[in-house]
């Protein structure tokens, strides 16, 4: 079963793909430069969340080599669960 901090990294990855798919679905679709706008705001933010999703999932990665994950230090993990 995955931890709870590893469905949060994944929900992050998985909606950035659906973000950027739309996106340039809706890029091709887009009749103003408004749209057209929105779309690349849309993009860049998808492009955001998967890097801060990918950097996350390494950092939980390497929290396990070091600490394994019955030992918790508060302020040293990261707290999903409120999520």
């Not at 990294?9 to 659906?18: G, M």
């Not at 950027?20 to 009749?31: C, D, G, Q, T, V």
């Not at 950092?59 to 080599?65: A, N, S, V």
Request: net charge neutral; aromatic share 4%.
């Amino acid at each position: 079963m995955k931890s709870k901090r590893h469905v949060v990294v994944e929900r992050a990855l998985k909606l950035s793909r659906e973000l950027l798919l739309s996106s340039e679905k809706n890029m091709l679709l887009a009749e103003d430069d408004g749209c057209v706008m929105l779309c690349g705001i849309f993009r860049d933010f998808a492009y955001q969340l998967k890097m801060q999703a990918q950097l996350e999932r390494e950092r939980h990665m390497q929290q396990e080599i070091t600490e394994p994950e019955t030992v918790r230090h508060p302020g040293k993990r990261c707290d999903h669960e409120n999520l």
